[in-house]
C-alpha cells in the first residue's frame, strides 16, 4: 500500500489543487483544528523565547511540524491513548494538561510540577529515549482488546526512530497481535545532523510497512488533513479489527534540532527556506481562506487566545517554587521507601545549597515565526531526533 | 500442604495470582503452549486461556515494552524472561521505563510487573545461559530485587511480587530448581487482596538459613545451600560454628540483618556466582564496614564469581563458588 507520491489534500491556492475537505470535518472542525494548530505554533515559539532568556533549559522545536502533532491527535477519540516523543512534548495542552507542566518539564521540574498522570490524558509521559514508546503504545491498545475494549493508540517518533530495535518490536507486536495502533513517524529527515539517507536504504519509511504485513501510507506531514486523514482511516481500521498502520508524514525540520544545534554546520538553509514555504499553520489558514471560513478577524482571535493561554502557562511556572532537595526521592516507588532514602535525605537536607543563580535578562525578543537559532547558546541537546 | 520443588512452588504460584486476580496475565517465549522452558508457567494456558498466558516473539524488549503498556491500561504482566542472559536485549525498557514509571507520573502509574529471570550457572548450558545479572538491576532505582532460595519462599515470594505496587526483578536460582522439595502449605501465605507488612516483608528481609557464632555467610539462590554445606564441613573438620544468612532481597538490602549478624558473630563472608567487581558482595561489605566495623575481627572476605565473561561449561565448575571455595574464604577470614 506504500507509495512514493505522498497523500495530500491542502493544495497552494496555485498550481497545486485542493482535493475535498475529509468526511466528518465540517466548518467548526476545521476552524477547531486550526485552532489546535495555533496553540502548538504559539507555544513553540514562546518556549524558544523561554529557553533565550533562561527560564526554561534546552528546548525541542517542532515549528512546521505543527500539523502532524494536531492533525493526527484530531483523528484521535477521547478515549485513544496517545504517545509522543519530545517533539510532541506540548500535545497533552490540547487534552487539558496545563501548559505550566509542560514548561515545567523543560525547565527540568519533576513531579508534580513537570510530570503528570498520563491516565488524566489518555496520555504517555513524554519520552525523551528514541523509539523506547512505540511497545507501550502497542501494549495499551493490546490490553484494551484482551479487555474487549475499542480503545486506540498512537505513537509520534521521527525516522531517526526507525533505525532502533524498539521499533521494530513495537510494531511487530501489533502486527502479531492486531492492536489498535497508529505508528505515525514524522520523516523531518534530520536526526540532528544526520540525514534521512544515512538512516535507511529504503526510499520511503511508508514501505518498511510491508515487513510487518500492515498497510503504509505516506502523506504529506505539511498537511494537516492529510495527517487527520490517514489517521482516522488507520484509527478506524484498527477499531474494526484491521489491526496496526505505520503512517510516514513526510516533512522537514525548518528548525534547529534543539535550541542547542545549530544546523548551519551540516545543511544548506537555503534548501531550508523552501521547505517553510509549505508550513502547515499558514497553509492552512490559506486554504481556510479559501474556503471562507477563516477571515483576519477570526485569525487574530484565535491567536490573541492562544497567545493567553500560554503567557497564563509562562505565568504558572512563574509560580512554582524551585523544588526543594526532597522531590528527588519522591515517587520514586510506590511502596515504602528503602531505607536508603532516609539516609539520602538526611545527607541532601545536611548541606546547604547554592543559592539560586539570578535569571539572566530577557534580550529583546525574536519576532514570532522566526526565531534565529544561535549556535552553543543552551545545554547540550536532547539525543537524536 | 505438599512437598513441592521450586518450580512447582513457583507453579503454584502462579496458579493462585491468576485465580485471585483476572488483572494477571503471563508474557514470554514459550510460556503456554510448553508452559516455560523450565515447566514454571505449565497448566496456566489450559486453566486460563490464550488471553492471559501468552506465547510472545522471540523479542525481549518486546515483551517487558508492551508489559509497560499492558500495565499502564491497568493490567498485571508476569514476564519470564526465558534465560538470565537474554535480559540485556530489555535492558533498556527495564531500566529507562519499567524502573522510572512511577517517578516519571507523580506515582501514579508504576509500571507494576513481575520480571521472572532464571538466573545462573552449573546446568552445562550454552554461552549465556549461565549469567548472574542481578546486580544491574540492584543499581537501577526504582526496582525492586528479589531472589528466593527455599520452595517455601520461591512461593511466597512470587505472590508478594505480584501483589506488590512496585516493579520487581526476580531472580530464579535455576541451579537448584528441582533441588529438594520442601512442604509448601496450601493456605495462603497472606491475603492476596491486600498489600500488608507480611507480603512486603517478604521483599525486604534476610532469612536465617544455619544457626552459627563464628562467622557469618551471606548468600543468595544457589549459593545458600552450597554455604550450608561449607559451614557443614567445617563443623566436622574443624569445629567451627558457622552462620548462614539467605539475602532474599538484592534492592534493598536487609541491613539491620546484615548488620546484626555480622556484629554478632564479628566475622563474614559474602558469597555470589555473579562476577566480584561492583557486586552485591561489595555493597554487603561495605555496609558492614561502615556500620560495624569495631565490632569485627576481620575484615569482610568475598568468594564470587571471577570478573571475567560466564565460561564456556567446560569450565562452569572453575568459575563457580564451590563448597571448598567457600569453606577456604570462611577459614581465611576465621584466621586473619
Same mark, same amino acid.
Given at each position: 500500500?506504500?507509495?512514493?507520491?505522498?497523500?495530500?489534500?491542502?493544495?497552494?491556492?496555485?498550481?497545486?489543487?485542493?482535493?475535498? /475537505?475529509?468526511?466528518?470535518?465540517?466548518?467548526?472542525?476545521?476552524?477547531?483544528?486550526?485552532?489546535?494548530?495555533?496553540?502548538?505554533?504559539?507555544?513553540?515559539?514562546?518556549?524558544?523565547?523561554?529557553?533565550?532568556?533562561?527560564?526554561?533549559?534546552?528546548?525541542?522545536?517542532?515549528?512546521?511540524?505543527?500539523?502532524?502533532?494536531?492533525?493526527?491527535?484530531?483523528?484521535?477519540?477521547?478515549?485513544?491513548?496517545?504517545?509522543?516523543?519530545?517533539?510532541?512534548?506540548?500535545?497533552?495542552?490540547?487534552?487539558?494538561?496545563?501548559?505550566?507542566?509542560?514548561?515545567?518539564?523543560?525547565?527540568?521540574?519533576?513531579?508534580?510540577?513537570?510530570?503528570?498522570?498520563?491516565?488524566?490524558?489518555?496520555?504517555?509521559?513524554?519520552?525523551?529515549?528514541?523509539?523506547?514508546?512505540?511497545?507501550?503504545?502497542?501494549?495499551?491498545?493490546? +490490553?484494551?482488546?484482551?479487555?474487549?475494549?475499542?480503545?486506540?493508540?498512537?505513537?509520534?517518533?521521527?525516522?531517526?526512530?526507525?533505525?532502533?530495535?524498539?521499533?521494530?518490536?513495537?510494531?511487530?507486536?501489533?502486527?502479531?497481535?492486531?492492536?489498535?495502533?497508529?505508528?505515525?513517524?514524522?520523516?523531518?529527515?534530520?536526526?540532528?545532523?544526520?540525514?534521512?539517507?544515512?538512516?535507511?536504504?529504503?526510499?520511503? /519509511?511508508?514501505?518498511?510497512?510491508?515487513?510487518?504485513? &500492515?498497510?503504509?501510507?505516506? &502523506?504529506?506531514?505539511?498537511?494537516?488533513?492529510?495527517?487527520?486523514? +490517514?489517521?482516522?482511516?488507520?484509527?478506524?481500521?484498527?477499531?474494526?479489527?484491521?489491526?496496526?498502520?505505520?503512517?510516514?508524514?513526510?516533512?522537514?525540520?525548518?528548525?534547529?534540532?534543539?535550541?542547542?544545534?545549530?544546523?548551519?554546520?551540516?545543511?544548506?538553509?537555503?534548501?531550508?527556506?523552501?521547505?517553510?514555504?509549505?508550513?502547515?499553520?499558514?497553509?492552512?489558514?490559506?486554504?481556510?481562506?479559501?474556503?471562507?471560513?477563516?477571515?483576519?478577524?477570526? %485569525?487574530?482571535?484565535?491567536?490573541?487566545?492562544?497567545?493567553?493561554?500560554?503567557?497564563?502557562?509562562?505565568?504558572?511556572?512563574?509560580?512554582?517554587?524551585?523544588?526543594?532537595?526532597?522531590?528527588?526521592?519522591?515517587?520514586?516507588?510506590?511502596?515504602? %521507601?528503602?531505607?536508603?532514602?532516609?539516609?539520602?535525605?538526611?545527607? /541532601? %537536607?545536611?548541606?546547604?545549597?547554592?543559592?539560586?543563580?539570578?535569571?539572566?535578562?530577557?534580550?529583546?525578543?525574536?519576532?514570532?515565526?522566526?526565531?534565529?537559532?544561535?549556535?552553543?547558546?543552551?545545554?547540550?541537546?536532547?539525543?537524536?531526533? | !500442604?505438599?512437598?513441592?520443588?521450586?518450580?512447582?512452588?513457583?507453579?503454584? $504460584?502462579?496458579?493462585?495470582?491468576?485465580?485471585?486476580?483476572?488483572?494477571?496475565?503471563?508474557?514470554?517465549?514459550?510460556?503456554?503452549?510448553?508452559?516455560?522452558?523450565?515447566?514454571?508457567? @505449565?497448566?496456566?494456558?489450559?486453566? *486460563?486461556?490464550?488471553?492471559?498466558?501468552?506465547?510472545?516473539?522471540?523479542?525481549?524488549?518486546?515483551?517487558?515494552?508492551?508489559?509497560?503498556?499492558?500495565?499502564?491500561?491497568?493490567?498485571?504482566?508476569?514476564?519470564?524472561?526465558?534465560?538470565?542472559?537474554?535480559? *540485556? #536485549? @530489555?535492558?533498556?525498557?527495564?531500566?529507562?521505563?519499567?524502573?522510572?514509571?512511577?517517578?516519571? =507520573?507523580?506515582?501514579?502509574?508504576?509500571?507494576? !510487573?513481575?520480571?521472572?529471570?532464571?538466573?545462573?550457572?552449573?546446568?552445562?548450558?550454552?554461552?549465556?545461559?549461565?549469567?548472574?545479572?542481578?546486580?544491574?538491576?540492584?543499581?537501577? #532505582?526504582?526496582?525492586?530485587?528479589?531472589?528466593?532460595?527455599?520452595?517455601?519462599?520461591?512461593?511466597? !515470594?512470587?505472590? @508478594?511480587?505480584?501483589?506488590?505496587?512496585?516493579?520487581?526483578?526476580?531472580?530464579?536460582?535455576?541451579?537448584? *530448581?528441582?533441588?529438594?522439595?520442601?512442604?509448601?502449605?496450601?493456605?495462603?501465605?497472606?491475603?492476596?487482596?491486600?498489600?500488608?507488612?507480611?507480603?512486603?516483608?517478604?521483599?525486604?528481609?534476610?532469612?536465617?538459613?544455619?544457626?552459627?557464632?563464628?562467622?557469618?555467610?551471606?548468600?543468595?539462590? $544457589?549459593?545458600? #545451600?552450597?554455604?550450608?554445606?561449607?559451614?557443614?564441613?567445617?563443623?566436622?573438620?574443624?569445629? =567451627?560454628?558457622?552462620?548462614?544468612?539467605?539475602?532474599?532481597?538484592?534492592?534493598?538490602?536487609?541491613?539491620?540483618?546484615?548488620?546484626?549478624?555480622?556484629?554478632?558473630?564479628?566475622?563474614?563472608?559474602?558469597?555470589?556466582?555473579?562476577?566480584?567487581?561492583?557486586?552485591?558482595? $561489595?555493597?554487603?561489605?561495605?555496609?558492614?564496614?561502615?556500620?560495624?566495623?569495631?565490632?569485627?575481627?576481620?575484615?569482610?572476605?568475598?568468594?564470587?564469581?571471577?570478573?571475567?565473561?560466564?565460561?564456556?561449561?567446560?569450565?562452569?565448575?572453575?568459575?563457580?563458588?564451590?563448597?571448598?571455595?567457600?569453606?577456604?574464604? $570462611?577459614?581465611?577470614?576465621?584466621?586473619?
Amino acid at each position: 500500500m506504500s507509495t512514493q507520491e505522498p497523500l495530500r489534500i491542502i493544495g497552494d491556492g496555485g498550481e497545486l489543487p485542493d482535493h475535498p /475537505v475529509p468526511d466528518g470535518l465540517g466548518e467548526k472542525e476545521l476552524l477547531e483544528l486550526y485552532r489546535w494548530l495555533v496553540i502548538l505554533r504559539t507555544f513553540d515559539e514562546r518556549a524558544v523565547m523561554l529557553q533565550r532568556q533562561g527560564r526554561v533549559g534546552t528546548y525541542p522545536l517542532y515549528w512546521g511540524e505543527e500539523g502532524t502533532t494536531a492533525g493526527a491527535l484530531f483523528a484521535c477519540e477521547d478515549a485513544d491513548w496517545i504517545f509522543p516523543s519530545y517533539r510532541q512534548c506540548s500535545v497533552g495542552i490540547l487534552r487539558g494538561l496545563p501548559v505550566a507542566t509542560v514548561l515545567g518539564w523543560v525547565r527540568g521540574y519533576g513531579g508534580p510540577a513537570g510530570f503528570y498522570n498520563p491516565r488524566d490524558y489518555r496520555l504517555g509521559p513524554i519520552c525523551v529515549p528514541i523509539a523506547t514508546h512505540l511497545p507501550h503504545a502497542t501494549g495499551v491498545a493490546w +490490553a484494551a482488546k484482551i479487555r474487549g475494549e475499542r480503545t486506540a493508540s498512537l505513537a509520534w517518533f521521527g525516522e531517526g526512530a526507525t533505525s532502533e530495535g524498539d521499533f521494530h518490536e513495537g510494531l511487530n507486536f501489533a502486527s502479531v497481535f492486531r492492536t489498535a495502533t497508529v505508528f505515525f513517524c514524522t520523516n523531518n529527515q534530520w536526526a540532528i545532523s544526520t540525514p534521512v539517507t544515512r538512516q535507511m536504504a529504503t526510499r520511503t /519509511v511508508a514501505e518498511k510497512a510491508a515487513a510487518y504485513g &500492515i498497510p503504509g501510507i505516506r &502523506i504529506d506531514g505539511f498537511d494537516p488533513l492529510a495527517c487527520y486523514k +490517514a489517521a482516522k482511516e488507520a484509527l478506524d481500521r484498527g477499531r474494526e479489527g484491521g489491526g496496526p498502520t505505520l503512517i510516514e508524514a513526510f516533512t522537514y525540520r525548518i528548525k534547529a534540532h534543539g535550541t542547542a544545534d545549530d544546523p548551519s554546520l551540516y545543511r544548506d538553509e537555503t534548501e531550508t527556506q523552501k521547505w517553510a514555504q509549505l508550513e502547515p499553520v499558514g497553509r492552512m489558514a490559506s486554504f481556510l481562506r479559501r474556503l471562507e471560513i477563516l477571515d483576519d478577524d477570526k %485569525n487574530d482571535e484565535l491567536k490573541a487566545e492562544a497567545k493567553e493561554m500560554v503567557a497564563e502557562g509562562v505565568r504558572g511556572l512563574e509560580s512554582v517554587e524551585q523544588p526543594g532537595p526532597e522531590v528527588m526521592f519522591d515517587y520514586v516507588y510506590a511502596s515504602d %521507601n528503602p531505607w536508603t532514602f532516609t539516609e539520602g535525605l538526611e545527607e /541532601v %537536607n545536611s548541606v546547604a545549597r547554592k543559592p539560586e543563580a539570578a535569571p539572566p535578562q530577557p534580550p529583546s525578543p525574536p519576532s514570532a515565526g522566526d526565531v534565529e537559532i544561535q549556535p552553543g547558546s543552551g545545554a547540550p541537546g536532547v539525543e537524536e531526533a | !500442604m505438599a512437598e513441592l520443588t521450586m518450580v512447582e512452588a513457583l507453579n503454584k $504460584a502462579l496458579h493462585e495470582a491468576f485465580s485471585a486476580d483476572d488483572r494477571v496475565v503471563l508474557l514470554g517465549e514459550d510460556v503456554a503452549q510448553t508452559g516455560g522452558v523450565f515447566r514454571v508457567t @505449565a497448566g496456566l494456558l489450559k486453566e *486460563y486461556g490464550g488471553e492471559r498466558v501468552i506465547d510472545t516473539p522471540l523479542s525481549e524488549a518486546g515483551i517487558v515494552g508492551t508489559a509497560v503498556g499492558l500495565s499502564l491500561y491497568g493490567l498485571l504482566p508476569v514476564v519470564e524472561i526465558q534465560f538470565d542472559g537474554f535480559v *540485556y #536485549p @530489555a535492558f533498556e525498557q527495564i531500566v529507562v521505563h519499567v524502573a522510572r514509571y512511577g517517578w516519571r =507520573t507523580n506515582g501514579e502509574c508504576p509500571a507494576n !510487573m513481575v520480571i521472572r529471570i532464571p538466573f545462573g550457572g552449573g546446568v552445562r548450558a550454552p554461552e549465556l545461559h549461565s549469567d548472574s545479572p542481578e546486580a544491574l538491576f540492584a543499581h537501577s #532505582p526504582g526496582l525492586k530485587v528479589v531472589c528466593p532460595t527455599t520452595p517455601s519462599d520461591a512461593r511466597a !515470594m512470587l505472590l @508478594a511480587a505480584i501483589t506488590h505496587p512496585d516493579p520487581v526483578i526476580f531472580m530464579e536460582p535455576k541451579r537448584i *530448581y528441582r533441588a529438594g522439595r520442601q512442604e509448601v502449605s496450601d493456605a495462603l501465605p497472606f491475603d492476596l487482596g491486600s498489600t500488608n507488612g507480611d507480603a512486603s516483608s517478604l521483599l525486604s528481609t534476610a532469612r536465617l538459613a544455619r544457626e552459627g557464632n563464628d562467622l557469618v555467610i551471606f548468600a543468595y539462590g $544457589a549459593t545458600v #545451600p552450597l554455604s550450608v554445606e561449607a559451614a557443614e564441613k567445617l563443623k566436622t573438620d574443624k569445629g =567451627t560454628s558457622l552462620r548462614v544468612v539467605d539475602l532474599r532481597s538484592l534492592y534493598p538490602l536487609d541491613v539491620d540483618a546484615i548488620t546484626s549478624h555480622a556484629s554478632a558473630c564479628g566475622r563474614a563472608l559474602v558469597v555470589h556466582e555473579a562476577p566480584r567487581t561492583a557486586g552485591i558482595g $561489595a555493597e554487603v561489605s561495605s555496609l558492614i564496614h561502615e556500620r560495624v566495623m569495631l565490632d569485627l575481627e576481620a575484615p569482610v572476605g568475598r568468594v564470587t564469581g571471577f570478573d571475567v565473561p560466564f565460561p564456556q561449561f567446560a569450565n562452569e565448575d572453575d568459575y563457580l563458588p564451590s563448597v571448598e571455595r567457600i569453606a577456604r574464604g $570462611a577459614e581465611k577470614v576465621l584466621s586473619f
